[in-house]
């Protein structure tokens, strides 16, 4: 159940509204890395996650806090539209937001482009769900930034930081509930990769190109237990594909089946990837 409260989250305060900049922070409302986006991936990822009560409030809590964050965003754009409901010349030169949409706030992003459900990942594997929430908060962190450099106004770069302080918070927790599922760095979903094989990296951009860049070994390739390998084009060995002989065993999990689950939850025993793995153990 949701109850809204009028008063925002942050008071957004414009000296001098810019239409022009108005366009440009509707990126942060309706695209791909907007807060509606934001919003929606966490909180339906939460309603997924039914295989882990704790980390379901957490995707709720900051998918909720997301939903005040829109509404920021919102008054921050409306704030600087109202030039389109009150001149012309700055309504007749977007059609789209003042005629279409009366000179307010629209679900699409600073090109015009419509909000989609496309932007969302999710994917009901918890660790690889928070991966993408840490992600999407430093993308989301990066636009804020840009967007704090196209502006002069003093309200307008607070609002900004605010957001864009968000941003961490949210990555700060995110990566707390992934550490502390107690997983091995690279162990994603239930199934193990194949031995030698994921070990291996391909040295698969060659020679000097046009910029001044040439082939570099850098620690990419070594650490984390890799070793580079030289494609067959270069008179290398290649990849070790011929390692690949079916289900190579079982993913390590650390804890991420051991937490309180919800009452609606599938016994892990029933699932479809696990009773697959039972059957090739026996």
């Not at 829109?70 to 389109?84: F, N, Q, S, T, Y």
């Not at 993408?132 to 502006?151: C, G, P, Q």
């Not at 199934?191 to 910029?211: I, Q, R, W």
């Not at 011929?242 to 609606?264: F, H, L, M, N, S």
């Amino acid at each position: 159940m949701y109850h809204h409260v009028k008063k925002l989250m942050y008071t957004v305060n414009v000296g001098t509204p810019d239409v022009r900049f108005g366009r440009m922070l509707l990126e942060q409302f309706g695209g791909p890395n907007g807060e509606l986006a934001a919003a929606m991936q966490y909180t339906i990822q939460g309603w997924n996650c039914v295989d882990d009560l704790g980390r379901r409030d957490l995707l709720l809590d900051i998918g909720t806090e997301e939903l005040s964050h829109l509404e920021v965003v919102g008054a921050l754009i409306r704030m600087h539209l109202k030039p389109l409901k009150t001149e012309a010349e700055a309504a007749e030169a977007d059609p789209l937001l003042s005629i279409v949409g009366g000179g307010g706030v629209a679900l699409r992003n600073s090109a015009g482009n419509p909000w989609t459900a496309d932007y969302l990942k999710i994917t009901g594997e918890l660790d690889v769900d928070l991966r993408s929430n840490i992600a999407a908060e430093a993308r989301a962190k990066v636009v804020y930034e840009r967007l704090i450099d196209h502006t002069e106004d003093p309200g307008s770069i607070d609002t900004l930081q605010f957001l864009m302080t968000r941003e961490i918070t949210h990555m700060k927790a995110f990566a707390a509930a992934l550490e502390t599922l107690e997983k091995k760095p690279f162990s994603v979903g239930r199934l193990a990769p194949t031995p030698v094989l994921v070990d291996e990296y391909l040295n698969a951009s060659t020679g000097e190109g046009n910029e001044g860049d040439a082939d570099t070994h850098g620690p990419w390739m070594a650490m984390n237990n890799l070793h580079p390998v030289e494609p067959h084009r270069d008179g290398g060995k290649g990849l070790s594909v011929e390692r690949v002989k079916g289900i190579a065993g079982a993913e390590d999990r650390g804890k991420q089946d051991a937490a309180p689950k919800a009452t609606t939850a599938a016994p892990t025993e029933e699932l479809i990837g696990v009773r697959r793995l039972k059957r090739k153990a026996a």
